[in-house]
Nanobody, 117 residues
Framework: QVHLVESGGGLVQPGGSLRLSCAAS????????MAWYRQAPGKQREYVAG???????NYADSVKGRFTISRDNAKNTLYLQMNSLKPEDTAVYYC???????????WGQGTQVTVSS
């Protein structure tokens, strides 16, 4: 069983920055794939950024150059550094983990990010 807890969301002005964290507990392997998704009001949940089993990082085109994903395997924590935030980045941000051994997919409860002046 895996439990994910996001933190770091809040209200920020356009152009500002936030750093999200996702603390994972349970049986976590380095090959487990972790990612950030977001869901804005009235829209479908969308992929933002994620890790791969090979250690690469992938980004949605809408956040490339502004967001940076990182992972601290010793702390079982995933981060999302968000810079140059725009109003269209407003959403609930969710942490996702896919077990590398076919053990299922897990979601956190989400953290609200609001970009507004």
């Amino acid at each position: 069983q895996v439990h994910l807890v996001e933190s770091g969301g809040g209200l920020v002005q356009p152009g500002g920055s936030l750093r999200l964290s996702c603390a994972a507990s349970g049986t976590i392997f380095r090959l487990d794939v972790m990612a950030w998704y977001r869901q804005a009001p009235g829209k479908q949940r969308e992929y933002v950024a994620g890790t791969t089993r090979g250690g690469d990082m992938n980004y949605a085109d809408s956040v490339k150059g502004r967001f940076t994903i990182s992972r601290d395997n010793a702390k079982n924590t995933l981060y999302l550094q968000m810079n140059s935030l725009k109003p269209e980045d407003t959403a609930v941000y969710y942490c996702n983990l896919q077990k590398s051994n076919g053990g299922g997919t897990y979601w956190g409860q989400g953290t609200q990010v609001t970009v507004s002046s």
